[in-house]
């Protein structure tokens, strides 16, 4: 499987688009950041429905049953998780209730897993994740996303809330990171195809910690030339981990399962987003809780996404130690 050029700069255009148009719409009202995605996904929907082709359903095991138990206890089991997080930094939330929520996360993942070994038609067939890659890839979402989001939302805050910046300024700061739409479908084939999916996405995770990293000493007045570095890296490690990643979640699967494990990377690279933010959002209230400063808070915040990275660069570099085309 190689790596789509078109779909690569697609979908960086998309994210340097939306952090601009992100920042026009708030100066009108921030209510339409999250309204207009809605009227743009009914567009979208309404122009795609005549252009799917008509095929008939095909034949599945049990029926054809929808494996409703399984998608509610997953999607159960992932919000309790995030908000079990959240709550930990929250001030004056209870701890046995917040122990309550992650418990009941733990009970439903548990039971969610005992649904899809008993299913006739799981929503996720259990065998498929002996692979080993495929669990590398979806565990190294996970940990890029949620280093990748968390990063963007400290950042944000520090320039919005510590700094002053408008929503716009902030968008064409963050716009650097937009730079993937150039190296994703250039750069990376190349470099896939030389060192093989797992060595870049090793790459990826590397140059992430060190772009994180190196906005660890943020002060109140730093220049956005000093930041420039981090914004740039931070683009280049999404180009080079983001569709290896997704290359390496379907290597090696049945080809009649290539959708179910395309669900899974998606499912990990969004779940991996709310994890991080819960998590920096969680950091950063005990900091702030505990007498530190506003910048101090977001110092400690920024420490999950570099613990994240290098965790990631970990668990990528187990299956690093051969070189795959």
């Known amino acids: 499987m190689r790596l789509r050029p078109v779909d690569q700069r697609l979908a960086a255009a998309g994210f340097s688009l939306g952090l601009v148009v992100g920042g026009l719409l708030t100066a009108v009202s921030w209510r339409w950041v999250f309204f207009a995605p809605v009227l743009l996904a009914g567009a979208l929907l309404a122009a795609a429905v005549p252009l799917i082709p008509r095929e008939a359903a095909p034949d599945r095991a049990g029926g054809g049953r929808f494996d409703l138990a399984g998608a509610v206890t997953a999607t159960g089991a992932m919000l309790l998780l995030v908000y079990g997080v959240v709550r930990i930094g929250e001030p004056g939330a209870g701890s046995g209730t917040t ?45 890029f996303a949620g280093s990748f989001f968390g990063f963007q939302f400290v950042a944000t805050l520090y320039l919005q809330d510590l700094r002053g910046w408008s929503p716009l300024q902030t968008g064409l700061a963050l716009l650097a990171i937009g730079v993937d739409s150039v190296l994703a479908p250039t750069l990376t084939p190349k470099l896939v195809e030389r060192f093989g999916n797992a060595r870049v996405i090793l790459g990826g995770f590397l140059l ?34 983001y569709g290896p990643l997704t290359i390496a979640a379907t290597e090696g699967v049945a080809e009649e399962e290539q959708g179910l494990a395309g669900g899974l990377l998606n499912t990990s690279f969004q779940f991996g987003a709310a994890l991080g933010l819960s998590v920096v959002t969680t950091v950063n209230l005990a900091a702030l809780g505990s007498g530190a400063s506003v910048l101090e808070g977001f110092r400690a915040a920024l420490v999950v996404p570099v613990a994240s990275a290098v965790l990631g660069a970990v668990v990528t570099a187990t299956g690093a130690g051969r070189r795959r085309a």
């Open 99 to 143: 122990a309550a929520v992650l418990a009941g996360g733990l009970a439903l993942l548990a039971a969610f897993a005992v649904i899809e070994r008993r299913s006739p038609s799981p929503l996720v067939r259990p065998g498929i994740l002996r692979s080993g890659p495929l669990l590398r890839a979806n565990l190294g979402a996970v940990l």
């Open 208 to 241: 992430a910690a060190l772009s994180y990293g190196l906005f660890l000493p943020v002060g109140a007045d730093w220049t956005y030339p000093m930041m420039f570095p981090t914004m740039l890296l931070t683009g280049l490690a999404f180009a080079l981990a």
